[in-house]
């Protein structure tokens, strides 16, 4: 099984939309079972694949030991691909009931998903190098950077490739790619973007 992080430090680099597109290309042309887990508070796979967050449970109760996987899981539109999707209470969950109380916290995740029975789980992270993402991080395999040839995306890539590097000299995971959008070709900041990358 592959876990991915889909991240970034900035908002606007289609980071939902790349894991929207992966896990459906994985599971409609690849065959393969693909967990979408949507762990940014702000919900926009979720609501993306049709759901409303207000009306279902995210992950955050299996975090705090309170629901199982199994009840958090969603079946989607696209055959083979799954969703656990978001709500507001992902927000500050590490600071709220069995997880502030627990020194390794962020291993939380990494532990609940080691029996999935899926090809691929992609991880769609906040836009910030917050608890959440660092624990999926911990709990994956790889990370894929999103980034968008500009100024604040080239400084934002530059601080969360440091803090990939970190987790992985502890954890393992290695970077994947860094996945472009909205490229232009005689975009000004091309050069500076291609130097970082």
């Known amino acids: 099984m592959q876990i991915i992080s889909v991240s970034s430090f900035k908002g606007g680099t289609a980071k939902t939309s790349t894991s929207l597109h992966l896990g459906s290309a994985l599971a409609l042309f690849h065959q393969k079972k693909v967990l979408l887990i949507d762990f ?9 694949l049709g759901f409303d967050p207000d009306e279902q449970d995210s992950i955050a109760p299996v975090l705090q030991g309170e629901k199982t996987l199994q009840e958090v899981i969603l079946t989607t539109c696209v ?8 709500d507001t209470w992902l927000e500050r969950v590490e600071v709220s009931g069995a997880l502030a109380a627990d020194r390794y916290s962020h291993e939380r995740l990494k532990e609940i998903l080691r029996e999935l029975p ?3 789980i992609l991880i769609d992270t906040p836009p910030s190098l ?6 999926s991080l911990i709990a994956s395999n790889h990370s ?6 500009e100024f604040y995306s080239v400084k934002g890539l530059q601080r969360l490739s440091l803090f990939i590097n970190n987790i992985s000299e502890r954890h393992g995971t290695k970077i994947l790619g860094v996945s472009l ?6 975009g ?8 970082v990358i």
């Not at 055959?79 to 978001?86: E, T, V």
């Not at 000004?188 to 130097?195: E, G, P, Q, T, Y």
């Open 40 to 48: 940014d508070a702000q919900a926009n796979l979720t609501t993306g």
């Open 79 to 86: 055959p083979g691909m799954h969703i656990i999707p978001a």
């Open 118 to 120: 899926y090809d691929f």
């Open 130 to 135: 917050c608890w959440l993402t660092e624990s």
């Open 144 to 149: 894929l950077v999103c980034a968008t040839p």
């Open 181 to 186: 959008s909205f490229w232009n070709p005689r």
């Open 188 to 195: 000004k900041s091309n050069d500076a973007f291609l130097k």
